[in-house]
């Protein structure tokens, strides 16, 4: 497609964001450009030098974004509030529309420091950039409503982190998002008092991200959709048997949209209590606590948006949330497993099985999918035997598979899995002799999973 600039954001005016200038990096290396994410929104044909300068040293595009901007907001973290949030590390770079004519932003990690980094540094390590390359690529292919990873260039500097050892190499990355608005976004203004803000802001989001004229009720209308999408982000996250780890209020976009991955892990097992970040001592953003952070989450933008209209009005929306998640989960179980929708009551059933199977079996999350794809299971596994499993065998005999599994991805000794033992395989030889092979076949290997899936 045409590459199609735009600067919609600039029509919020400017008490939203401030202008920041990139980082004068030491170096650009290019070590990984997303040339599919490309092509749906016109920039493949870029020739290296060019990807270098717009994503390493963030040349402006034609008629989008004169410069950068750090976007302001708010948020809870792990309960606590903290107003004194905001891009620290990342900006936005350019917006633009991609095939479907959807707004979209080009956002960044680790392009330098903001009004916003507080004693940050404004870095990102190259460890980091290569795991959000890991953690999009595979939620992708799972179907998982994601920012996807554009680029990621190393900068030659040498950065100093607590958590992993030091000095370390460092990168900016470039993410290709459906909007970069926040709940903590809302939170802000809220927090100052700025009604009118709040109201701009919501049409904006309805316009420029939901392709909405904004109604009578545009709060209401907007609401709507947040509690909609984000209930369903919730529910991908457990079919995907993903932990993103940081479900504070700032890092849900009010696209319902995932992004920003710090600590993210699969979990291998079906296990409620799995955690992805070492910080997380009390297992608030747990695997099976995700859905209650999101919706803790959502009616923290309640609390905001009821500026403007009365808290009665925004209730029975955020009620929903439970009904809305419960549904999703059930329709993207057994989208995972590749069998259509019979009765409401069959599929609950089913779902059910799976998870209760899951979580007392002993087989790991992407074996069961990949063994039991269309509804049958296709080799011999004694774990399938136990009592747990009899259950799901019994309801998933009168299920028909959505579509043949021609794709020689079925045919594979293993399925194609993410787990933390893998993901430091992968950088070790980076780390040690700037081998990207490993990533480069991981990446190859995670896009031969999606065609197999979105083949039904």
Not at 178 to 184: A, E, F, L, T
Not at 360 to 378: A, H, M, P, Q, S
Request: charge should be negative; proline fraction near 5%; hydrophobic fraction near 45%.
């Amino acid at each position: 497609m045409d590459f199609s600039p735009q600067a919609r954001i600039l029509t919020l005016g400017d008490q939203y964001y401030d202008a920041v200038a990139a980082a004068d990096f030491p170096e650009t290396i290019l070590r990984f450009r997303n040339d599919r994410a490309a092509a749906e929104v016109g920039l493949d044909g870029l020739a290296d030098a060019e990807w270098i300068a717009r994503f390493g040293r963030f040349a402006p595009f034609d008629e989008s974004l004169p410069q950068p901007l750090a976007l302001r907001y708010h948020g809870h973290q792990f309960r606590h509030y903290n107003p004194d949030l905001g891009d620290g590390r990342g900006f936005l770079y350019a917006q633009l529309r991609d095939t479907s004519g959807r707004l979209m932003d080009l956002g960044t990690k680790g392009s330098g420091t903001t009004p916003w980094s507080r004693s940050g540094d404004g870095r990102l390590t190259l460890k980091g950039g290569v795991r959000e390359i890991l953690a999009t690529e595979m939620l992708e292919a799972l179907g998982v409503d994601t920012s996807r990873t554009f680029s990621l260039i190393e900068t030659g500097e040498h950065l100093h982190r607590g958590d992993e050892p030091s000095p370390t190499r460092a990168a900016v990355l470039v993410r290709l998002s459906h909007g970069h608005i926040r709940i903590g976004s809302f939170q802000r203004l809220a927090y100052l008092k700025d009604a009118e803000g709040i109201d701009r802001l919501v049409r904006y989001c309805l316009a420029e991200l939901y392709g909405e004229t904004p109604g009578a009720e545009a709060v209401l209308q907007l609401y709507a959709h947040v509690v909609d999408r984000t209930a369903e982000l919730a529910a991908s996250y457990m079919a995907a048997g993903f932990v993103h780890g940081v479900l504070n209020s700032d890092n849900i976009n009010i696209t319902g949209e995932s992004f920003d991955y710090g600590p993210w892990r699969f979990t291998p097992q079906w296990e409620p209590g799995f955690t992805a970040a070492y910080f997380d001592q009390n297992g608030l953003y747990s695997f099976g606590r995700q859905a209650q952070a999101i919706h803790w989450d959502t009616a923290q933008l309640a609390m905001a948006l009821a500026t403007l209209v009365p808290v009665e009005a925004l209730a029975p929306i955020l009620d929903g949330f439970a009904a809305r998640y419960e549904a999703a989960l059930v329709a993207k179980l057994l989208a995972r497993l590749g069998v259509a929708a019979r009765s409401e009551a069959q599929d609950i059933a089913l779902a059910d099985a799976v998870t209760r199977g899951l979580a007392e079996g002993g087989v790991t999350i992407d074996r069961f999918f990949f063994d039991w794809r269309g509804g049958r299971l296709r080799r011999d596994e004694p774990a399938y035997a136990a009592p747990i499993f009899g259950p799901f065998a019994e309801a998933v005999a009168g299920y028909d598979a959505l579509a043949p599994l021609d794709h020689p991805y079925w045919s594979d000794a293993e399925p194609c899995s993410m787990h933390i033992e893998e993901v430091e395989a992968i950088w070790a030889p980076i780390a040690a002799s700037d081998d990207w092979s490993l990533l480069d076949a991981k990446i190859a290997a995670i896009r031969r999973m999606g065609d197999a899936l979105r083949e039904a």
